[in-house]
């Protein structure tokens, strides 16, 4: 008889992430959605002195008052704003707790800022071309956290190349990969997933996996949220400790395993 | 004189080298965004393990606002002599800064948040880099 230490929802999710190479869940906490979705919209209200009421216009419509000669400044502004309160990361992990819980384990490092994407209808200059992150020095061990503000479908969403066609790729990437990213893109354009989600939902997906963005034809500006997660006991790669990443949920018997010492046959004053 | 003064290293932070002038950018660039006012920087001595100009800096608190070194890891690896650097600040009610993390110690709750990404590199330090073994 075989020993199972996990439970069937357990099973499913993981086998789902490792099939397609993400999972969207809805939100884990809706009250704390509410309030990121509040404060980026109220934010955008301190900041443009715009007075619209329903989030969902106010976001979708924004390239009618911010232009892509402002967006970066704009952006990072709103990014500040976000990471600037204290309750904001806390918030946020909550929204995908019980999810990274089960694919990623419940001892975890978060990036110490949660990163905003805003893409206006036909801006060229926001895009992300095809890359997956562990080609930029991130650990393999990371997993995206993404969360929109709005509904993404469509080029308003991002894309990914599910895990078999990223074999695939992998194996003959020498052959494939031509010279510069958007040859790649076009060797795997008709092969990617585009990500459909409402907001109120949360993408977790694996950042090994190639993935961008192209040109937003919708009439509809995204916004969106990202934030990498690991194993804090997992090997990190360029994305280093505290610079980077900070533990958030270490448990006793680490924090006792960490500290632990010999006894010493020699006195220390120092200790 | 009130102020935040640098502190820069000649020894690898994380196994990397920084140049001391990319240290002062980084520091300098911290102190701007957040409308501090940066004094020149402390150079620590190359001797290994050394936190002698450190704790020079540290002595002499009292003409600063705080100090704001390039990275929580060049304080001392061991953990009493970083304890005893965190209560001289508290004690004082002066400020740390490191401005790679954009961290900084300003109350006594910091110390848990410091110490738990101590913690964790010191255990995990030897792993090597994962895009070695790739």
Redesign the interface.
């Known amino acids: 008889m075989s020993q199972v230490f996990v439970n069937d929802a357990e099973i499913e999710l993981g086998d789902r992430y490792q099939e397609n190479g993400y999972v969207i869940v809805p939100v884990a906490n809706l009250g704390e959605f509410q309030r990121i979705q509040n404060l980026v919209v109220d934010s955008v209200e301190v900041v443009l002195g715009a007075g619209e009421t329903d989030p969902a216009s106010l976001l979708n419509g924004i390239h009618e008052k911010v232009s892509v000669g402002e967006l970066n400044s704009f952006r990072l502004e709103m990014i500040r704003r976000m990471n600037a309160e204290s309750w904001f990361r806390s918030s946020y992990f909550d929204l995908a707790r019980p999810t990274l819980e089960r694919i990623v384990g419940n001892e975890l490092?978060m990036q110490?800022?949660v990163n905003l994407s805003i893409q206006l209808p036909e801006d060229e200059g926001s895009l992300l071309p095809v890359h997956a992150d562990?080609w930029s020095?991130d650990?393999?061990?990371e997993t995206v956290v993404w969360v929109p503000l709005v509904d993404c479908f469509d080029t308003k969403a991002m894309y990914l190349l599910p895990p078999a066609a990223d074999k695939e790729l992998r194996n003959n990437f020498g052959q494939s990969v031509g010279g510069s990213s958007e040859e790649l893109f076009q060797q795997i354009k008709n092969e990617v997933v585009w990500i459909e989600i409402k907001a109120g939902e949360v993408l977790v997906f694996n950042q090994n996996l190639p993935h961008g963005n192209r040109v937003n034809k919708t009439s509809e500006t995204r916004w969106s949220m990202n934030c990498r997660f690991k194993g804090?006991?997992t090997?990190?790669?360029?994305k280093?400790?505290?610079?980077f990443f900070?533990?958030i949920t270490?448990k006793a018997a680490s924090?006792l395993?960490?500290?632990y010492q010999f006894p010493s046959l020699h006195s220390d004053p120092?200790? | 004189m009130s102020g935040f003064q640098g502190y820069v290293t000649s020894r690898p932070v994380?196994g990397f080298r920084v140049p001391q002038h990319v240290q002062n950018l980084v520091i300098r660039n911290y102190c701007e965004t957040r409308e501090m006012t940066f004094l020149l920087s402390g150079t620590e001595y190359a001797i290994p393990g050394s936190s002698l100009i450190l704790n020079q800096m540290v002595d002499r608190l009292d003409q600063l606002d705080g100090i704001v070194l390039y990275?929580?890891?060049q304080l001392p690896e061991?953990a009493?002599?970083r304890r005893k650097i965190y209560d001289q600040f508290l004690g004082k009610q002066k400020t740390m800064h490191?401005a790679?993390?954009?961290?900084s110690l300003n109350v006594c709750q910091d110390i848990e948040?410091l110490e738990?990404?101590w913690?964790?590199?010191?255990?995990?330090r030897d792993?090597?880099?994962?895009?070695d073994?790739?």
């Open positions: 490092a110490l800022r562990v020095g650990s393999p061990f804090v006991f090997p990190y790669g360029d280093k400790l505290g610079e900070e533990p270490l924090r395993g960490m500290a120092e200790e | 994380q990275s929580m890891f061991q009493g002599s490191f790679v993390e954009s961290l948040r738990d990404i913690s964790v590199f010191l255990t995990m792993i090597p880099n994962i895009q073994q790739l």
